[in-house]
Structures are given as C-alpha cells and as structure tokens.
C-alpha cells in the first residue's frame, strides 16, 4: 500500500522524518519497503509516499488511519483517531436476513459468504470531477481519480480501510439487493469491460435481474455511476476473505478491494465507513441522505476476549516487563485490558485484529512494542532436553552420506511434473504411475499434476547437463511422491529414493580401454547394493523385472525381505531417445519408506579373524530359467555349507550350446569356510563340500562340476 506522509501525520502528532518512519514501522512488524517521492501532473512540491508490505493476517494495516495507529503504539505519539456518524448510521434499520425500507430492499441469501450487508440511499447528486486536494491524495496513494461519488468511495477506502460500491440506483432493478451465490451458466460484465464467466462458488451482488457485482472484487458495468446518475446506494459489507479470494485466483482478478477483504476487514466497520462516505459524498456531489441506513447482520461479531499471564509472557520473552507497562502496550494498539486477580490479566480484543486468538498473539504483540532490539539476549531455563534426529532422519542422513560417497549428486526437483514427462518415459495410458493427481491451479502450463516417481525429474537433470556439454552425470534424489487414494481427496505421499549415472564414472580416461570408460548395469546395481548395506539392510534379493521406461531384459527388481523395493536397471532405448541422451543411461528408483522400515544404523563389529579361511569353487550346469536364478543356487548352497561357511559369492557364468547343451547355463561360485578358533582341516571341507554337492544335486538336480 502506499501512504503519503502528509495524510498519515493528520491522526498522529509526529515530525519525524519519512525515512525514520518507515524504520520504525519495519521493525515494528510493518515492512515499508521503500520511500518513494510524489509529484502531482502540476509539478507541485514532492511528497514523500511510504510503500509497505502488509501480512497475510495484518488486514487492519491496510489503511491510512490503521497505519497510524500502529505508528502511535510504536512510538507513544498521541494518535487522533477520527470518529465518522450520523444520524442515518447511528440508528439503522437491522434484521437477520432482509429489510424492507421505502424503495429500498436487501436480502442475504448466502450467510456464510456474505454475514453482514449495510447499504445507505443518497439521492440528489451530481457527478463530476473531485476536489483537487482528494485527487491529488488518491494519485499519491497510486489509484486514478474517476469523479466525486467514487473518487469518495476510494478515499475511505484507504482511509479506514473498509471497501465501498456505489450503485446507480436507478438502475437497480425494483431497487433490490440480493446477496447470493452465482447459478450455473451466469455471466457478468464488470467494470473494466470483460465478460466474466461465474461458477457456482462465486458471490455475487443482484438485483432481481440478475447480477450486477462481483462480491468483494469488482462491481458490475450495468449499475456504473455515470454522469448522469442522481442516486446513489451506497454498499458497505463484511464478505468471507476465502470467498473472494477464491474468484479472485480463478479469474486472475485482484483489485483494491479484493485485496484488503482477503486480508480481513472489520465486521464492525461498515457503518462508520457509511457515514464517512455520505459526509464526503454530500460536500463534494451534494444531494441529501434518503431515510435510514440498512444492517443486514446474520450474526453478532462481538470483540474476543483473551487470557493473559504476565508471569508466562516475561518467561517467553525473557524480559521483565511489568504487568502495568504491558496493559499500557496492549492498550496503545486499541484493546481493551482489566486485571482479573494478581496473576491474570482480561484482554479484550478489537474485532478488527482476527489475527490475536491466544496468550501467545498476545505476548508476541507485546514484544512488537516493547522494541526486539529492547529485549535481552538470554538462555531459556529449565529445557528438559535437547532435540535429537528421529530415526527416519538418521536414516535419511546416512543415505545421503552414502550416495555422495558413491560419487552420485544431490538433485532437488518440482513437486510437479508435466503429463508430457510421463509419456516420454514410456509408461502406457493405464499404467499406475500414470494416475496423477492434477493441480486446480498450476504454476505455469507445464506443471499441471503432481509427480509419482522421481525418473522424470533425473532425466530432465541429465539431459540439461548434457546441453551443457556435461558428460560425466551422477544424480540421486530423495524426496516424495504423491498418489491419489480411492475415496480421499489427498493423495498419500510416500518417500522414494532414485538415482541416474551415465557416461564415464572415472575423473580421467588416459591410458584405459573404451571398454572401461562407461558406467554399465553392474554399476548401478553396485551402488544400490552399498545403499542398503550402509543402512544395515541384510535380507536382499534379486529378480528379472519388466518396467516400460527400462530396457527389456537389462533391469532387475530388488526385494527386501520378500517385499518389493524397486527397480534397478537401464532405460529403454526410446526413454534415451526422448530425453536426447547420447549414452546409455542406469537407474533405479526405490521405495525409501520401505529401505527405513527394514534399516538397521546400529553396527556390531566383529574382530578382523586370525585364522585363514579355506577357498574352494564350484560350478553348476542348471537349466537357463528363472526358475534356477543364482540367487536359487546361493540359497541352496548356504543351507547346505553348516556354520563354517563365512561366504559366497557368484564370479561366473557361462553359456555354450556345444559343450553344455542348448537351454542351460554354468554357475560358478566361490566359497569361503572358517571357523572362528582353528584353522579347518581339508578332511572337514571336503565334507561340506560333498553336503553341497549332494544337496544341488538332491535340489536342484543341477550338474556340479568339482573343482579346487
């Protein structure tokens, strides 16, 4: 909001400086983002202008005489805060729902968008230009003079802070006013000349004709003032800030008015505004009031009252400000204060602050104006604990540790993805990653639905990178995806963690074959694999996988403890080609809620051993299924080797029609026995060997080839 200087020093008795005030003002919760100078079209003197910056629960600093106040408490100043009636205002005529006075008629149909309408009938006037001194302030305040019925409207407006309409009455229809919801199919044609289209949640001011207002934003072409008008009906209302805000975002609609009802506007305030406006009205355009002004009023606003402590307040603040010093801050910014007993006082608080609920908004408005520069630096006592990490962010923790140490980077991307990702990912219409959930209002056409796997987001990573000429790419990202549920209209959000590597992983490629240069499924799959064991996982399995957006044959789902984790694998050839990747691309995607779930962080070590251990391999021929993966035959020999075998590890695999028959395969596996106070004998690992032996063939019925 910009406020001149000159305006503002009429309710306060202050001769500080424009830029001193707006120090004061930002410390003291008001931003005033700068001081800028204003010169009328005349050339006239330059006025210094403040620009502030109001909250989104600060709706009472949004005008000249709130702003005042508020410059009053900060600085003791003596704030001359005016008092606007009539006889007209002092004793409307009220009800609940609609009143009937002469030719006048309002009706509130919609009491929860709308809960109190006040509307005041001038007749007699004559529209012209305003005064030169209310022009010149409205341009200062940066809105453009109209003529002197609006031009009125908008001074109080800025002045007290409550938004104003003036309607040609005669061209109302029956001279009735109704306050509703808008019907399916209705348009209107506001001020600035564009259709609008209205939808059911949109409020809107009628007449039996039909709408002739956007409630809280902007009125209807249809009952403009113009300069023939001679009758003037005034509207004052309180309308929901959510409401309005709503139609403003849909119709990307934001005006003076729109603005501050989103903020809050004093329920209490229209009637003062009313006999406020009518005063202007009346020396600038003339005419006289017509009978009484009229208070729909659905429901009382009455000022809440809350409980404070001044013991508590000083223990949070760590000050030691007396009880009589905080009533006397409390009462600068206008609420109403009286002691209960020694220890408690009752706070009575304006309508016009929705912002101050509990002791705390209390304590915090305290602090405002007693100066944070005034309040000491002090340690809390009596703190029962210090904060530790939870185990899911240890986790967490350690998995970023150990990724990075793999030689992959932190990526962070947008929640929100466009459609178009999916589909260069290659996932089908149908395919569950496909069921987004999709954004009322998204940021930009782009991003129109929520992600649910981090793939696109990496893949657009590295395809950046390389238009950069960045060849060498290591990513991973831990974050949230977003499903919809089935009879919810949140989605779940579960945490997943993905990882991407292509080209070289070496920092230099001198004096090494082509061969080496390139990452390949061994080494994502190596990285995924120091991930788990990093984070304690023990029970790992792995198995052939078929996903759209990975190659067929070349990508492996990973299970832990039987569950599925993910998949690990290379992209599909037409997932590189739709991303512009040159090289082939690895990555996987898995479940880190999962990953938590079974995670261990506790390490138990174990002394280096003393003892060699006894080597021995062995070779399998079983059929070249699934059905006989190595995982299956690692199972078996392990059930198989006793409490001395200490490891296995697969080393070879081999494929020949000619020498080991079509449809069969060879797996070589090396074994490692120890036992943890003697060296083993050959007598006793031969013997475990021939229990292994026996069992494959007992098993598996695979052929074993013995070898030392």
């Given at each position: 909001?910009?406020?001149?200087?000159?305006?503002?020093?009429?309710?306060?008795?202050?001769?500080?400086?424009?830029?001193?005030?707006?120090?004061?003002?930002?410390?003291?919760?008001?931003?005033?983002?700068?001081?800028?100078?204003?010169?009328?079209?005349?050339?006239?003197?330059?006025?210094?202008?403040?620009?502030?910056?109001?909250?989104?629960?600060?709706?009472?600093?949004?005008?000249?005489?709130?702003?005042?106040?508020?410059?009053?408490?900060?600085?003791?100043?003596?704030?001359?805060?005016?008092?606007?009636?009539?006889?007209?205002?002092?004793?409307?005529?009220?009800?609940?729902?609609?009143?009937?006075?002469?030719?006048?008629?309002?009706?509130?149909?919609?009491?929860?968008?709308?809960?109190?309408?006040?509307?005041?009938?001038?007749?007699?006037?004559?529209?012209?230009?305003?005064?030169?001194?209310?022009?010149?302030?409205?341009?200062?305040?940066?809105?453009?003079?109209?003529?002197?019925?609006?031009?009125?409207?908008?001074?109080?407006?800025?002045?007290?802070?409550?938004?104003?309409?003036?309607?040609?009455?005669?061209?109302?229809?029956?001279?009735?006013?109704?306050?509703?919801?808008?019907?399916?199919?209705?348009?209107?044609?506001?001020?600035?000349?564009?259709?609008?289209?209205?939808?059911?949640?949109?409020?809107?001011?009628?007449?039996?004709?039909?709408?002739?207002?956007?409630?809280?934003?902007?009125?209807?072409?249809?009952?403009?003032?113009?300069?023939?008008?001679?009758?003037?009906?005034?509207?004052?209302?309180?309308?929901?800030?959510?409401?309005?805000?709503?139609?403003?975002?849909?119709?990307?609609?934001?005006?003076?008015?729109?603005?501050?009802?989103?903020?809050?506007?004093?329920?209490?305030?229209?009637?003062?505004?009313?006999?406020?406006?009518?005063?202007?009205?009346?020396?600038?355009?003339?005419?006289?009031?017509?009978?009484?002004?009229?208070?729909?009023?659905?429901?009382?606003?009455?000022?809440?009252?809350?409980?404070?402590?001044?013991?508590?307040?000083?223990?949070?603040?760590?000050?030691?400000?007396?009880?009589?010093?905080?009533?006397?801050?409390?009462?600068?910014?206008?609420?109403?204060?009286?002691?209960?007993?020694?220890?408690?006082?009752?706070?009575?608080?304006?309508?016009?602050?929705?912002?101050?609920?509990?002791?705390?908004?209390?304590?915090?408005?305290?602090?405002?104006?007693?100066?944070?520069?005034?309040?000491?630096?002090?340690?809390?006592?009596?703190?029962?604990?210090?904060?530790?990490?939870?185990?899911?962010?240890?986790?967490?923790?350690?998995?970023?540790?150990?990724?990075?140490?793999?030689?992959?980077?932190?990526?962070?991307?947008?929640?929100?993805?466009?459609?178009?990702?999916?589909?260069?990912?290659?996932?089908?219409?149908?395919?569950?990653?496909?069921?987004?959930?999709?954004?009322?209002?998204?940021?930009?056409?782009?991003?129109?639905?929520?992600?649910?796997?981090?793939?696109?987001?990496?893949?657009?990573?590295?395809?950046?990178?390389?238009?950069?000429?960045?060849?060498?790419?290591?990513?991973?990202?831990?974050?949230?995806?977003?499903?919809?549920?089935?009879?919810?209209?949140?989605?779940?959000e579960p945490k997943r963690v993905a990882g991407l590597v292509t080209g070289s992983p070496f920092t230099a490629r001198w004096n090494m074959p082509r061969s080496a240069e390139l990452v390949d499924f061994f080494w994502i799959k190596g990285i995924v694999e120091q991930l788990c064991e990093g984070l304690g996982i023990q029970e790992l399995a792995w198995a052939r996988a078929n996903h759209p957006a990975f190659h067929p044959g070349r990508c492996a789902r990973l299970l832990v403890s039987g569950r599925d984790a993910g998949v690990v694998g290379e992209m599909s050839p037409e997932v590189q080609q739709n991303f512009d990747l040159p090289e082939k691309v690895y990555a996987f995607e898995l479940d880190f809620d999962l990953l938590i779930e079974k995670a261990n962080l506790t390490n138990v070590y174990k002394p280096l051993p003393r003892l060699p251990a006894a080597l021995r391999d062995v070779a399998v021929i079983v059929p070249d299924t699934d059905e006989f993966s190595a995982a299956r035959v690692m199972e078996t020999i392990k059930a198989a080797g006793g409490e001395y075998l200490a490891a296995v590890e697969p080393f070879d695999v081999f494929t020949d029609p000619k020498r080991i028959g079509p449809g069969r395969r060879s797996l070589a596996f090396s074994l490692q026995f120890r036992a943890p106070d003697r060296a083993l004998t050959s007598e006793e690992v031969e013997a475990m060997m021939e229990a292994i032996y026996a069992r494959l063939e007992k098993e598996l019925g695979a052929e074993?080839?013995?070898?030392?």
């Open positions: 909001m910009r406020i001149p200087c000159d305006w503002l020093k009429e309710y306060i008795e202050i001769d500080l400086p424009a830029e001193e005030i707006g120090r004061v003002l930002t410390m003291g919760g008001l931003e005033v983002e700068q001081v800028v100078e204003h010169r009328d079209e005349a050339g006239g003197a330059a006025e210094p202008v403040l620009v502030t910056s109001v909250t989104s629960n600060r709706g009472d600093l949004l005008s000249v005489v709130g702003t005042a106040r508020h410059l009053s408490a900060l600085t003791g100043r003596c704030l001359r805060a005016p008092s606007y009636s009539s006889p007209a205002t002092e004793s409307p005529v009220t009800a609940d729902r609609r009143v009937e006075l002469g030719p006048v008629t309002v009706e509130i149909i919609d009491a929860e968008g709308c809960p109190r309408y006040c509307a005041l009938l001038i007749e007699g006037i004559q529209v012209g230009p305003s005064p030169q001194w209310m022009q010149a302030r409205l341009e200062a305040a940066g809105l453009r003079a109209i003529n002197n019925v609006v031009d009125c409207t908008n001074y109080v407006m800025l002045e007290l802070g409550q938004p104003l309409h003036a309607f040609d009455f005669h061209l109302l229809a029956d001279g009735h006013v109704i306050v509703r919801k808008a019907r399916a199919g209705e348009t209107l044609t506001t001020l600035d000349g564009i259709d609008r289209r209205l939808t059911p949640d949109d409020l809107l001011i009628c007449d039996p004709g039909g709408p002739i207002a956007l409630a809280g934003v902007m009125g209807g072409a249809s009952t403009e003032i113009h300069a023939g008008s001679t009758a003037v009906l005034l509207e004052a209302a309180h309308f929901h800030p959510a409401t309005v805000r709503k139609t403003s975002l849909r119709l990307g609609l934001s005006t003076e008015a729109s603005y501050r009802f989103e903020r809050h506007v004093d329920p209490n305030l229209p009637l003062v505004a009313l006999a406020r406006v009518a005063e202007l009205i009346i020396q600038t355009a003339g005419g006289q009031i017509k009978g009484q002004a009229i208070d729909v009023k659905t429901r009382a606003f009455s000022p809440r009252t809350v409980t404070l402590r001044p013991a508590r307040c000083n223990a949070l603040l760590g000050t030691d400000i007396a009880p009589r010093q905080m009533s006397d801050y409390l009462k600068r910014l206008g609420f109403e204060v009286r002691r209960a007993n020694e220890d408690l006082v009752q706070v009575t608080v304006p309508t016009a602050r929705p912002d101050v609920q509990r002791e705390v908004d209390l304590i915090e408005e305290i602090a405002v104006i007693h100066g944070y520069d005034n309040i000491p630096l002090t340690i809390p006592g009596k703190l029962a604990a210090s904060a530790v990490l939870t185990v899911e962010q240890r986790t967490e923790r350690r998995a970023r540790h150990i990724l990075r140490a793999c030689g992959l980077n932190e990526t962070i991307s947008f929640s929100m993805i466009s459609p178009r990702d999916l589909q260069k990912l290659g996932l089908p219409p149908g395919h569950p990653q496909t069921n987004c959930l999709s954004l009322a209002n998204p940021m930009s056409e782009e991003y129109t639905v929520m992600r649910t796997t981090l793939l696109p987001s990496l893949l657009a990573a590295a395809q950046h990178n390389i238009n950069q000429r960045v060849t060498e790419i290591a990513l991973y990202e831990i974050n949230r995806v977003y499903l919809p549920q089935e009879g919810s209209e949140l989605p779940s074993v080839r013995k070898t030392q």
